[in-house]
């Protein structure tokens, strides 16, 4: 899964603009393999990993463990619905992946909104509803979007939509084949 999302999560890294001092949250890192990338963006950096699975949270903590001493560095297991942070406390967040889970996507789209510090930066992630529709794994268990789909939940939330960048990838399908995929880079703002 890292390979494949890849290029999704460097064009949310790159689209967070990170800078020095920020306290970044990722939410549903999965195995955050990509760690590194994100803390050379800046210095004094802070990672806080928010994932479901603690199968996940084990292998990011495996995986990344030579971050976690200077403990600049932290991942947490959480239920999908609370964010267990106090108001206020994030620079950036970003999520890659994930949106097609959230089980009331305005209320949590609140709750991140809670998290974030005034003029934060939210990036969300997104393959588009096109793409996926015809996925044998998606079915009834993923709730697909388009930008307008996307653009119609911010709208009724307190973020601020600043851009919808589409985007291009091959990746590779699960039976071994080429896929180019289309998928969405959304910057949202508190």
Not at 27 to 40: A, T
Not at 139 to 153: A, G, I, P, T, V
Request: hydrophobic share 40%; net charge negative.
């Amino acid at each position: 899964m890292y390979s494949t999302n890849l290029g999704m999560i460097t064009s949310s890294i790159n689209a967070l603009a990170i800078a020095s001092g920020n306290k970044v949250l990722e939410i549903g890192h999965g195995n955050c393999h990509h760690l590194p990338i994100i803390l050379e963006q800046a210095e004094n950096i802070q990672f806080y990993g928010l994932e479901i699975s603690e199968t996940m949270k084990t292998e990011a903590e495996l995986k990344n463990k030579e971050h976690l001493k200077p403990q600049r560095v932290e991942f947490t297991r959480y239920d999908g619905i609370s964010i267990p942070f106090p108001e206020n406390s994030f620079d950036k967040v970003m999520t890659a992946n994930t949106i097609y889970f959230w089980k009331k996507p305005l209320q949590f789209l609140e709750e991140i909104y809670r998290v974030m510090k005034p003029n934060g930066t939210f990036v969300i992630a997104f393959a588009q509803k096109d793409f996926m529709k015809d996925l044998p794994f998606v079915k009834e268990k993923f709730q697909l979007y388009n930008n307008q789909d996307l653009s119609d939940l911010v709208s009724k939330s307190n973020f601020k939509l600043i851009s919808i960048d589409d985007k291009t990838e091959n990746v590779i399908g699960t039976a071994n084949e080429l896929i180019n995929r289309n998928y969405a880079v959304a910057v949202l703002e508190k």
